[in-house]
């Protein structure tokens, strides 16, 4: 093209005012291609009034298709001129900008803008702000502003109180442009006017006015996730919405800010024109409107999730609540937890210490904690003795200290060191008999060595919940086939009678996560209805009006019929009102009927998981939980299941306002 132009045009306007700016401008514009149409040509009139024959005008309809502003169409004018001899003359252009856009005139710019857009927030069921934006400024840094980087960064980290290094790693590792700017630090709105005047006058730092993310009531924490600056590879155009590096988009795999970042981020909008080259407009060429994100609803009650929050403390556990007829989550927990604030005010020292914290508070254990159950299982397998008829309600089992029901070379303790006698599956459930569940799990496995692992999966466990936008693990119900699959060793694929045994307690490879442990309690409350959960109820947009409404659904039901399982109910009911239930003290003097199941499972450490599963009220059933302490050192009279049995009480007290 550059040859096309002739010698004045080129002396005028350079080879880099054309073949270096055009693809500029094109980049500027964000174009794809364009069209353009050629329409009459005409010559300049001489001295004498008759047209002149070296020189023409010819006008170009011409419409550039963008990515960001769509098309923009504009007629133009291309200038010639005649060059050469008779034999030798040759039409060429004679180039201005204005053959690009109108008034592209010298010294001026095309420049594309971006709209800001601001971001949905996430809010409880009753309306609780669990994340929303407050005023405030953002302190960043324009790399190709900075004169002199050692004086910048030592200014800049005395105003800001980080590391120097802490601030060259945030522009460097999001610079993409020269004038990016790149967020270091957000300051609360209270705090600007005292910091301006000492951050104004370092030459690269910029203070821009922002709305910022903020978590009023640092809930659930590892549930909503955090934001993260965006690199280059999120900055690519994906979604549309105009992502560039340094914008706060969600961590990946780190929670509902992830997982419904499309939603919640919104799309920025763009100006396209032309500018002074002081920035000031000149013309809008086009222009495409910011929208705003969506507000997120969840079905969190913010009462029982602090409830469930505080009674975990800083011990490392989690509590999930569900309405056992719509399968809503009522309370996520994971302890110990971390300060989301920390992460969107950019304070790296703490995000530091939580992402190297040996106790992972980042991690969600609600969701991806998968745990042996103990004997917070043992409810699937009398219901599956029930449903084969290999079990009669109200018959009597010897509950032995030690079992030797497959011979003496497969001797199982029970977990009391007096033998019981014969006892029914009420006692059994109540005082949590290992013996009586080994014998239950030897009939089964006589029978079918399947039976007991496909009692489980209907159950909903072995498998992820499926829960929408939310990560979760699936656990593992152990069965001769997943040992076939699972080891290499002919021997560790069989399928031998411990394998069952353990099983029926929750013990050997059994795993689930609490999340899965709370549906399978809601499941037992509702007579078998195993539900999808549902953490997300509604998406809307900024004015109200609901554009998306998950309903509730079935994902299976368990294999039981009501009859079985309003008799395992009533077994569960004597863990928490008998005395000698394992959960009975606990509850003693509790204003609610509560019904459920403890377990404590071995773990290498040599501390217990402490499980409670149930539901409450026993009569009428508008709550099941489940609850967890992982690797809970016991002690004399200090129990992992009924401390587990402890932190549920507190969050039914907020459930039903009792004390």
């Not at 800049?156 to 945030?170: E, N, Q, R, T």
């Not at 919104?266 to 920035?279: K, Q």
């Not at 809503?328 to 920390?342: K, Q, T």
């Not at 947009?541 to 299976?556: H, I, N, P, W």
Request: include cysteine; aromatic fraction near 8%.
């Amino acid at each position: 093209m550059w040859a096309l132009v002739s010698d004045e045009a080129q002396q005028r306007v350079g080879a880099a005012g054309f073949v270096d700016r055009l693809p500029r401008i094109a980049d500027e514009m964000t174009l794809k291609s364009l069209d353009a149409r050629t329409g009459a040509a005409s010559h300049p009139a001489l001295a004498n009034g008759s047209p002149d024959p070296r020189r023409a005008t010819v006008t170009l309809d011409v419409t550039f298709h963008t990515q960001r502003v769509g098309d923009v169409a504009r007629q133009t004018a291309l200038n010639l001129v005649l060059v050469g001899d008779k034999d030798k003359a040759a039409w060429k252009i004679d180039w201005t900008p204005e053959a690009i856009l109108p008034h592209l005139s010298a010294g001026r710019l095309v420049r594309m803008t971006r709209l800001p857009t601001s971001r949905g927030r996430i809010v409880a069921r009753d309306g609780t702000e669990l994340a929303t934006f407050v005023e405030a400024a953002v302190v960043g840094v324009v790399p190709g502003q900075i004169r002199s980087e050692p004086g910048m960064l030592a200014s800049l980290s005395s105003v800001l109180g980080m590391k120097a290094d802490d601030i060259k790693a945030k522009y460097t590792q999001a610079w993409v442009k020269p004038d990016s700017f790149v967020p270091i630090r957000t300051i609360a709105a209270e705090q600007v006017a005292a910091l301006r005047p000492r951050l104004v006058v370092i030459e690269g730092v910029q203070l821009q006015a922002t709305r910022v993310r903020t978590y009023p009531t640092g809930l659930a924490a590892q549930t909503l996730g955090y934001l993260t600056q965006a690199s280059e590879d999120d900055a690519k155009p994906k979604s549309g919405r105009g992502v560039e590096a340094g914008d706060l988009i969600g961590q990946k795999d780190s929670g509902l800010e992830a997982t419904l970042d499309d939603e919640l981020g919104g799309s920025y909008g763009f100006r396209l024109g032309i500018v002074e080259a002081d920035e000031r407009p000149v013309e809008t060429l086009a222009e495409t409107p910011a929208i705003a994100g969506r507000d997120v609803v969840l079905s969190l009650d913010p009462k029982m999730q602090a409830a469930a929050e505080k009674a975990l403390g800083d011990r490392k556990g989690a509590i999930v609540a569900e309405d056992p007829w719509s399968g809503e989550i009522l309370a996520l927990a994971s302890r110990p937890s971390f300060d989301l604030n920390a992460f969107a005010g950019g304070e790296t020292g703490a995000v530091a210490r939580y992402t190297s914290d040996p106790n992972r508070p980042l991690f969600n254990r609600a969701t991806f904690g998968q745990y042996a159950t103990g004997s917070s299982f043992k409810p699937v397998t009398a219901a599956a003795a029930l449903r084969e008829g290999l079990y009669k309600y109200g018959d009597r089992i010897d509950c032995p200290a030690r079992w030797t029901g497959y011979g003496p070379q497969w001797v199982q303790l029970n977990h009391e060191t007096a033998d019981l006698g014969a006892i029914d599956l009420r006692t059994a459930v109540a005082r949590s008999c290992n013996s009586f569940f080994y014998e239950l799990g030897k009939r089964l496995n006589d029978k079918s060595a399947d039976l007991l692992p496909n009692a489980a999966k209907s159950f909903g466990l072995g498998k992820a919940t499926d829960i929408d936008y939310v990560f979760e693990a699936e656990g593992l119900v152990p069965s001769p086939a997943w040992k076939q699959q699972r080891f290499s060793n002919p021997a560790d694929k069989v399928w031998n009678p411990g394998d069952a045994t353990n099983l029926a307690i929750g013990q050997g490879f059994m795993l689930a996560t609490p999340l899965q442990m709370a549906n399978y309690a809601a499941a037992l409350a509702n007579d078998g209805i195993v539900w999808k959960p549902r953490l997300v109820t509604e998406i809307r947009d900024r004015s109200g009006t609901t554009v998306r409404k998950l309903e509730k659904m079935m994902a299976g039901h368990a294999n039981a019929t009501n009859t079985e399982l309003s008799l395992i109910r009533d077994c569960m009911r004597a863990v928490v009102a008998d005395p000698d239930g394992t959960v009975y003290f606990p509850f003693r003097g509790f204003g609610v009927t509560v019904a459920g199941k403890s377990g404590t499972a071995e773990t290498p450490s040599g501390n217990p998981n402490g499980w409670f599963i149930g539901f409450a009220s026993f009569e009428q059933p508008s709550v099941a939980f489940a609850a967890v302490f992982e690797e809970f050192k016991e002690s004399p009279g200090t129990f992992a299941s009924q401390a587990s049995g402890t932190a549920v009480r507190a969050v039914l007290a907020a459930k039903f306002g009792l004390p």
